[in-house]
């Protein structure tokens, strides 16, 4: 049972502390705040077999130029990724598609803007000897993104790199959280 | 010339330094600027 609603008077067993209070389906795994005039983050040891599945959230990261996040994952260093989607520029109708051929990062896996850039990811089997999906949307004071893309490596990686495409970037936080598997 | 600064964080140790890229560290992150993409190339806002 993934949910089970106590009532009053109920006695709180040690079992079903350990079972509820830890049910959640995303799990905290780490955070990160990004430095002043960076021009990448990088994450390592976040991803483990304890998890298959992981969402990676960002919030507040300001770039030194309007641009976009790349991301690698650790050791993933080939032309193994694909990403493939569109864009919008708020205030008018325009569906703009992005899909490059293969390259050594996501690209554009999340818009960078001058003011404000959040993005959210799904990421799915980092860590396993599979290959590897993501899909990501993001948003800037006047863009927005939606991408899915593919990773065709079967290696495991631990962490991954996440860089301005042009320059640098300051502040913000970068929080991973596993998926729950049972 | 001094090399980008990067922030380095470890999940386990919960470390989080900002510093120069190392060597690796510099020349992936030329390999991936040089290659792919450039503002041009990319959609930016």
Known sequence: MAVKTFTTGEVLTAADTNTYLNNGGLVYVTSTTIGTAVSSVTVSNCFSSTYDNYRITLTGTIGNTAGNFNLQLSGITGSNYFIGGAFFNYANTTVNGYGPAATTVWAAIGPLGTNYSAFVIDLFGPNLADEKAMFSQGTTTGAYYAFGGSCTSTSAATGFVLSHNVTSMTGGTLTVFGYRKA | ?45
């Open chain 2, 1 to 45: 010339m001094s090399k980008p600064i990067t922030t380095y964080h470890d999940a386990i140790t919960g470390e989080t330094v900002n510093r120069e890229m190392n060597d690796d560290e510099f020349a992936e992150w030329q390999a991936i600027a040089a290659q792919y993409p450039s503002a041009e190339e990319a959609p930016t806002e």
